[in-house]
């Protein structure tokens, strides 16, 4: 298989300069002293997640008579605002369908940035998003099955290293895979001995498990869906799979409970609004340091997107 | 009066470059479009606030055998965190006179960065700082009267228009005055048609009122602490008032609910935890837009310290 390389990656960067924000490395005074802690907050993305990085480079790599013509996706989370925001900034037509059961603020959302919002019932949502992308002639954006969605997230691989040229140890969450694939490829590629482990919910570990069975291993949608980290409920492809045999060096995984405090965590000591999938990071240098390489360590913080209502239940 | 110059602050620049973070600026789709506004979340330094950037330069500055003996000062806020936070990159001593009802959460923070914390009643606290100073020959640093500091506040001023050139409209913290004599002094040194306003609560508005007179006008200290702002309980010195006159173009005075809705809204469209000190610029912002020029706009966030109960409360 095709795997996404640092060249495209590189391109990547340049195309989302000034777009995405160059978020840095936040040092944690709270950390363990033999595994110093570094948080890449991509919560602080214009739409409050790293999907921004990934969307908009995969929009400003079709050609321009495509793009004309618009993008469509069938993400209502991170994603699908990552590809409004991206569509509005080319200025084209972004159509994002949802299903019908969606909360209504993340509908309000896409629709601020300008998304055509399209309700259909949950079943139907990849059906209908393939049937109007053929009818009007859009391209679809999808989440992390793509490898021009793949160089996107890897960004943040570079930044990470350039900030930190002898990070010993990068800790990302694997959901769908995009991140996971973009970022541990960069890292492999400018420094192999950069240890990069990926993260999951304990609840359904499906990247764990197709890695050591070298073939997706899939979950059923009421395992995966049982999980807080509601960014973190998907499964690899065959795409992120191969990116991630080839250059994840493990997974751990983390408890709901553990997702909760790092939720916590992150508000308490690092000022930051996570969302559960975002503080799973944390959770894992936190509780699990012990299946850990020791040495300097940075942690991606995915994503922010939290109703107020939970963040305060979780916070005292 | 001797005020401090661009050439200080871009001292100070190079002193604290790799102490404290190179913030970046934050986009914010919840703007008004025609304000469009930026974060400068200072809230994200290692001791959650701008006042490592002052703290380290002013010790950055002593004669090495000056420094060699320690440093001394007697805020149990941000600033006290900051001197223990910069004293231990130096390897010197820091001590910390607190007064003696201070939260036990704040002299723990201190003495987990390793200062030495001495607790003495509140009306002793500044006589208790001289005295330990001269018997043990330590350098007493203040929280914002004293030329360093500012220089070292100003960088923040330096950082805002070298990510954002044009920026027609600056809103900053006006506490004791330290930040604000930075941040306008380096912003109207660089670009004199960039408006810089100070913000500060409208329970007990001693800079605007001095402003107003020419000369520090007090306020009691039971006007002063009824603010829920509690890094703006403090009132301006003739340093920093001298700064103020010469660079700030207005102030804007906000209400106590009004600074609430600033931390809610900056927990929810920014994912960012800010105390309510530094949510006073966004309340600004947010409510004040018609005492303001429009344009390009940022506001810094000057810290995060909030208790987590506190924000729990203010969130729903």
């Known amino acids: 298989m095709d795997l996404v390389g640092i ?5 990547a960067a340049g195309d989302i300069s000034g777009v995405a924000v160059r978020t840095p490395l936040l040092p944690q005074v709270w950390a363990d002293p033999d595994r110093p802690l570094w948080l890449k907050p991509e919560s602080l993305q214009p739409i ?3 999907k921004i990085r990934g969307a908009y480079h995969a929009i400003a790599r079709l050609a321009v008579d495509v793009r004309a013509r618009g993008v469509i996706t069938h993400s209502s989370g991170n994603h699908g605002q990552a590809v409004a925001y991206s569509a509005r900034d080319f200025r084209i037509t972004a159509v994002v369908v949802v299903p019908d059961v969606a909360p209504k603020v993340k509908v309000d959302a896409m629709r601020r940035l300008g998304a055509e919002v399209v309700l259909v019932p949950t079943a139907e949502r990849s059906d209908a998003a393939e049937e109007l992308a053929a009818e009007r002639g859009l391209t679809l954006i999808p989440p992390f099955d793509h490898r021009d969605v793949i ?36 890292i492999k590629a400018l420094r192999p001995q950069t240890k990069v482990y990926g993260v999951e919910p304990d609840i359904a570990p499906d990247a764990r498990d197709s890695l050591a069975a070298g073939e997706l291993v899939p979950y059923t949608d009421e395992q995966r869906y049982a999980t807080i980290a509601d960014g973190m409920r998907t499964h690899l492809s065959e795409l992120t799979l191969a990116h991630l045999r080839a250059n994840l060096d493990g997974v751990v995984t983390v408890t709901e409970d553990e997702i909760r405090e790092g939720v916590r965590l992150l508000a308490r000591e690092a000022n930051l609004v996570a969302e559960p999938s975002g503080a799973t990071t944390v959770a894992a240098y936190r509780f699990h340091g012990a299946e850990l390489p020791a040495g300097r360590t940075v ?13 305060a239940e979780l916070l005292p």
Chains 1, 2 share one sequence.
Request: aromatic share 2%.
């Open 151 to 186: 160089a996107g997230q890897g960004t943040i691989g570079l930044e990470i290293l350039a900030d930190l040229p002898d990070a010993d140890v990068v800790l990302v969450q694997v959901g769908g895979g995009g991140l996971a694939s973009g970022v541990s490829t960069a």
């Open 48 to 50: 409050g997640a790293f």
């Open 299 to 311: 942690a991606v913080v995915s994503g922010g997107n939290i109703e107020p209502s939970q963040l």
């Open 7 to 11: 060249e495209q990656i590189k391109q």
